[in-house]
């Protein structure tokens, strides 16, 4: 397994879950890393990333000033901190490594965050 994600669960909507996504991956500093979601029923969908040199950080609309995506390369994981979650942030949350910020190569297994109104 290259990209384990964990850290996903139940939350009251207005709480906070932080993802981590631990990579097996030797040059993983190297990596532009990314989280995405898919809700049920839905298509999977950007959530945010963080570029290798940790200068650039894109965030999808719908999570802007909720969601903080970082990485820290001693430990080859990245992190997603998500405050004030809604009903709708719903989903399984998959992480993603590639060398480019709008593409993917390698990509982990989800891990669920339920959050109930």
């Known amino acids: 397994v290259q990209l384990q994600a964990s850290g996903g669960g139940l939350v009251q909507a207005g709480g906070s879950l932080r993802l981590s996504c631990v990579a097996s991956?030797?040059?993983?500093?190297?990596?532009?890393m990314g989280w995405f979601r898919q809700a049920p029923g839905k298509e999977r969908e950007f959530v945010s990333a963080?570029?290798?040199?940790?200068?650039?950080?894109n965030y999808a609309d719908s999570v802007k000033g909720r969601f903080t995506i970082s990485r820290d390369n001693a430990k080859n994981t990245v992190y997603l901190q998500m405050n004030s979650l809604k009903p709708e942030d719903t989903a399984v949350y998959f992480c993603?490594?590639?060398?480019?910020?709008?593409?993917?190569?390698?990509w982990g297994q989800g891990t669920l965050v339920t959050v109930s109104s």
């Open positions: 963080i570029s290798w040199r940790v200068d650039t950080t």
């Open positions: 993603a490594a590639g060398y480019d910020l709008k593409k993917y190569e390698i």
């Open positions: 991956i030797r040059t993983f500093s190297r990596y532009d």
